[in-house]
């Protein structure tokens, strides 16, 4: 598609239900990328995927959260048992190619996950 | 540790203003800063990228300057519209290539 593709844009879901957040990158794009924002506040980073590489997972708030990215293009953000503390919008963005010092991202528009 | 600071009051102007953001960070060493635009309910667009050897760098009504002295980049848009409404956020890239996003300034051009 022209654009980063998020799926559902919104989700609202009751405490301690799994829920499974899409995204669709750019094609051809090498790195995927998830941030968590709430309201009012920047930018969180999550995870990050570089082609074949081992994802970095170092912003994953507690292992609740995965991620898996499949054939290097689809990505799935899971978050298990959710939590009240879990609302807020979930971004996604690719990026051409992510070891580089350029790395423009391009973002979806998000997935509002509110908890119950 | 690592900090980006934006000024996250909202700043306020007339249209046909000038708008100048701002954009600390401590304890990096960035070869990179980029700033982006976010409208409501959508994901940040990007802007402008602009190197550390490059003291200015600019786009139409936009300019972005970078000093890597005063660990500080500045964002302005001339002859500000209320179309240019939105929150602006800059970005540094750290060492291992992940881009850590600033909290965002809101910009509020009236007519």
């Known amino acids: 598609g022209a654009g980063v593709s998020q799926s559902p844009s919104n989700k609202v879901t009751e405490k301690g239900k799994d829920v499974e957040l899409r995204c669709d990158p750019i094609s051809g794009h090498t790195a995927l990328y998830w941030y968590r924002q709430s309201l009012g506040q920047g930018l969180e980073f999550l995870i990050y995927f570089q082609g074949n590489s081992a994802p970095d997972k170092s912003g994953l708030p507690s292992d609740r959260f995965s991620a898996e990215r499949t054939g290097g293009s689809v990505s799935t953000l899971t978050i298990q048992r959710t939590q009240q503390e879990d609302s807020a919008v979930y971004l996604c963005?690719?990026?051409?190619?992510?070891?580089?010092?350029?790395?423009?991202?391009?973002f979806g528009a998000g997935t509002r996950l509110s908890v119950l | 540790s690592q900090k980006i600071e934006q000024n996250s009051e909202a700043l306020n102007i007339q249209e046909g203003k000038t708008a100048t953001l701002t954009c600390n960070y401590t304890?990096?060493?960035?070869?990179?800063l980029q700033w982006y635009r976010q409208d409501p309910g959508r994901g940040p667009v990007f802007l402008l990228l602009?190197?550390?050897?490059?003291k200015e760098k600019r786009k139409e009504r936009l300019k972005v300057t970078f000093d890597t002295t005063l660990k500080q980049s500045l964002f302005h848009i001339t002859a500000s519209q209320p179309a240019d409404s939105a929150t602006y956020l800059c970005?540094?890239?750290?060492?291992?290539?992940?881009?850590?996003f600033g909290s965002g300034t809101r910009l509020l051009v009236r007519p």
């Open positions: 963005a690719s990026s051409l190619q992510g070891k580089s010092a350029k790395n423009i991202q391009y």
């Open positions: 304890n990096y060493s960035p070869a990179y």
């Open positions: 970005a540094l890239m750290d060492s291992s290539y992940k881009l850590i």
């Open positions: 602009i190197r550390e050897n490059e």
